[in-house]
């Protein structure tokens, strides 16, 4: 997928970051952005025609990468190494 810059500059400008750009898959599904708002963490993704099934609806794949990222980034926070296997 190509990053459309406006969308980027608009997570960006409220504190969001892209938090694994060197991961092809993650690039290529999202890309996804990461942010913080009273403590709690936000992960957020911008939805596309790429990103949606043939009703036009976030496909489920979709869904379950991000599920898997929030987990994974929750995870990482207690970890030393910052690494962490997620289903």
């Given at each position: 997928?190509?990053?459309?810059?406006?969308?980027?500059?608009?997570?960006?400008?409220?504190?969001?970051?892209?938090?694994?750009?060197?991961?092809?898959?993650?690039?290529?599904?999202?890309?996804?952005?990461?942010?913080?708002?009273?403590?709690?963490?936000?992960?957020?993704i911008r939805?596309?025609?790429?990103?949606?099934?043939?009703?036009?609806?976030?496909?489920?794949?979709?869904?379950?990468?991000?599920?898997?990222?929030?987990?994974?980034?929750?995870?990482?926070?207690?970890?030393?190494?910052?690494?962490?296997v997620t289903?």
């Amino acid at each position: 997928m190509t990053i459309n810059k406006n969308t980027e500059s608009e997570f960006i400008n409220n504190g969001f970051v892209i938090p694994y750009p060197d991961d092809p898959f993650e690039m290529k599904s999202g890309p996804f952005y990461l942010g913080n708002q009273d403590g709690k963490t936000i992960l957020s993704i911008r939805l596309g025609r790429s990103q949606c099934n043939s009703n036009l609806v976030a496909h489920g794949g979709l869904l379950m990468t991000l599920a898997d990222l929030a987990v994974c980034h929750e995870a990482c926070k207690g970890d030393e190494y910052g690494s962490s296997v997620t289903v």
